[in-house]
T-cell receptor
Framework: DADVTQTPRNRITKTGKRIMLECSQT?????MYWYRQDPGLGLRLIYY???????NKGEISDGYSVSRQAQAKFSLSLESAIPNQTALYFC????????????????FGEGSRLTVL | GENVEQHPSTLSVQEGDSAVIKCTYS??????FPWYKQELGKRPQLIID???NVGEKKDQRIAVTLNKTAKHFSLHITETQPEDSAVYFC???????????WGAGTKLIIKP
């Protein structure tokens, strides 16, 4: 089945370390997103990309960077991790095609739980 | 910018009863309103959505209603079952690029 895969699923690191979370998809979607989930705060958008040459900041991009290596790959980096970046991170994809039947449904990966000590 | 408020944060209902979760949005230009369900330890998944040109949409035991004048939309689940236990998120977006602003989530607990 076409899917969205995130690696690693769990990671514990120390303050100041560089961390990369990777996302790959076999859905053939153009749009890819990185979200952060914290209890009681819902899902907050970090970065999104509509195609390989397009990168956009979301509402909480400070302290994060991304790279869209190919249509199917979108990675999130924390250059110098800090404890308040401890969270569950989700990658998601959606279909770029417009039209009355395209709802823009997001397809999420299984999540990457990051703990920064 | 757009803001979405979701209530209640936790909802406990008896199995078989109905559950209603409400969201309000701030930007009257919002025109797409999805609901996602996230079971414990799982990824969020779309369960139903509605566009601003429709007032109500149903899919078996779930329905969503939209009141554009009051700028709120609600998720209704009837005949609740244990598998309905999850966190439910509402969201709103403006325009065709579907950039979503999310509510904080409602934890629904179904009591046996």
């Amino acid at each position: 089945d076409a899917d969205v895969t995130q690696t690693p699923r769990n990671r514990i690191t120390k303050t100041g370390k560089r961390i990369m979370l990777e996302c790959s998809q076999t859905k053939g979607h153009d749009r890819m997103y990185w979200y952060r989930q914290d209890p009681g705060l819902g899902l907050r958008l970090i970065y999104y990309s509509f195609d390989v040459k397009d990168i956009n900041k979301g509402e909480i991009s400070d302290g994060y960077s991304v790279s869209r290596q190919a249509q199917a790959k979108f990675s999130l980096s924390l250059e110098s991790a800090i404890p308040n970046q401890t969270a569950l991170y989700f990658c998601a994809t959606s279909d770029l095609r417009e039209g009355p039947t395209n709802t823009g449904e997001l397809f999420f990966g299984e999540g990457s739980r990051l703990t920064v000590l | 910018g757009e803001n979405v408020e979701q209530h209640p944060s936790t909802l406990s209902v008896q199995e078989g009863d109905s559950a209603v979760i409400k969201c309000t949005y701030s930007d009257s230009a919002s025109n797409y309103f999805p609901w996602y369900k996230q079971e414990l330890g799982k990824r969020p998944q779309l369960i139903i959505d509605i566009r601003s040109n429709v007032g109500e949409k149903k899919d078996q035991r779930i329905a969503v209603t939209l009141n554009k004048t009051a700028k709120h939309f609600s998720l209704h689940i009837t005949e609740t079952q244990p598998e309905d236990s999850a966190v439910y998120f509402c969201a709103a977006s403006i325009g065709s690029n579907y950039q979503l602003i999310w509510g904080a989530g409602t934890k629904l607990i179904i009591k046996p």
